[in-house]
């Protein structure tokens, strides 16, 4: 029985780290496009751009991740929830299917 449990494990922790493999370098790579589109549009309207966070701005992804985790999910309560929930699957399925 703890043979079982021990191998469970060792699959739930090997799981987890199989999806932060995948989820982190994406994330990442998120980040730093975000910044090259930035400093292009910084560039082309002949300002500065994003040097508010850290080093020439490197960090001012990472601040936009933070912040949009951290905005509150609000909900009216007379609101349908269901199709507040799959309103935008619907706007990209019909966008996709154009």
């Known amino acids: 029985m703890i043979y079982y449990t021990i191998i469970y494990r060792f699959e739930l922790i090997e799981v987890l780290l199989k ?5 982190v370098p994406v994330l990442v790579n998120v980040a ?5 589109e930035r400093k292009i ?3 082309r309207q002949i300002r500065l751009g994003p040097a508010k966070v850290g080093f020439k701005g490197v960090l001012q992804p990472f601040s936009d991740a933070i912040k ?4 509150q999910f609000e909900l009216n ?3 349908n929830r ?7 699957v619907i706007i990209f399925s019909v966008i996709f299917s154009l």
């Open 82 to 88: 269901y199709l507040f929930m799959i309103r935008p």
């Open 77 to 79: 309560s007379n609101s």
């Open 32 to 36: 730093f496009v975000t910044l090259l």
């Open 41 to 43: 549009l910084g560039f």
């Open 68 to 71: 949009l985790f951290i905005k």
């Open 19 to 23: 999806i932060l493999m995948f989820i």
